[in-house]
């Protein structure tokens, strides 16, 4: 839960699927592609310079969601259902080789319920989940529902999330651009309900933070139970955003993972 880093908007000549890879680092040599998926309120910008980290034949593609940086001006999805299956259009075109999803948070739910909408549709299924800071789908929600709260309670909710800074916070105009995503996002966990389904065939590496109120060891432990293929739990220093201050751990397992899988 960051402010976006840019808002220039897409020229509308942006062919659909090309407005949902932001920052995406094309790769000639690539022979599998990373999709990351971000956290509520977070962006694109949050995977850019990945690619860096990764091995040389991995094409690193972070996913913009309606509503945020160079997509500031659609409106975002409030519901997960219609988020997965656009997300499932929009990303077809490069399922042409073989790929993986990496979510953080809220990125986590949208990796795994969009494997589970690709089996559905009969399409290639990822190789891996990489999935982080996210208790398993299966658990039900602890915390009470906020997208709904009046604009100053939700900004306290927020704080106390310690995701948006607090410069940003007490910044009315940023606020005012940045909440109706906010509000978006929290509503796609908050409305989120399991469906229980075959576990994944593809194997998941499950990443949690130490220092994570939200999401402890058990709640990650547990994405066990949804693939049939091998599991790896990680914990990392960090609080919920382990994702930025733990970066270049994260990185260095997801590349050695991946590195088994060419």
């Known amino acids: 839960m960051v402010a976006p880093e840019h808002t220039h908007t897409v020229k509308p000549s942006s062919p659909p699927a090309e407005r949902w890879l932001a920052y995406r680092e094309v790769n000639p040599r690539a022979r599998l592609r990373m999709f990351c998926f971000p ?3 977070g962006g694109a910008s949050a995977y ?3 690619g860096a980290s990764m091995p040389s034949t991995v ?3 972070p996913v ?3 509503g945020r940086e160079s997509r500031l001006r659609e409106p975002p999805f ?3 259902l219609p988020l997965i299956q656009a997300a499932a259009d929009a990303l077809e075109p490069y399922l042409d080789m073989p790929f993986v999803f990496f979510g953080h948070s809220m990125g986590g739910m949208i990796s795994f319920e969009l494997a589970r909408e690709l089996r559905r549709r009969g399409k290639a299924l990822p190789l891996h989940l990489f999935v982080s800071g996210r208790r398993a789908p299966h658990l039900p929600a602890r915390e009470e529902p906020i997208h709904d709260l009046p604009e100053p309670e939700f900004i306290v909710k927020l704080r106390e999330l310690n995701g948006t800074p607090e410069e940003v916070l007490q910044h009315a105009e940023l606020m005012k651009l940045l909440s109706p995503v906010l509000r978006a996002d929290f509503a796609v966990n908050e409305t989120y309900e399991f469906t229980t ?3 994944l065939e593809p194997g998941i590496s499950a990443f949690g933070g130490l220092g994570d109120a939200e999401v402890t060891r058990e709640d990650v ?8 293929g091998r599991f790896r739990l990680r914990m990392l220093p960090g609080d919920h955003f382990f994702l930025h201050s733990a970066k270049d751990l994260i990185t260095e397992a997801v590349a050695r993972d991946m590195a088994e899988l060419m």
């Open 197 to 199: 389904e075959e576990p």
């Open 59 to 61: 094409e690193v593609c």
């Open 48 to 50: 850019r310079g990945w």
């Open 78 to 80: 409030t519901r997960p």
């Open 64 to 66: 913009q969601l309606p």
């Open 39 to 41: 956290y509520a309120g």
């Open 221 to 228: 432990d547990v994405w066990r139970r949804h693939t049939k």
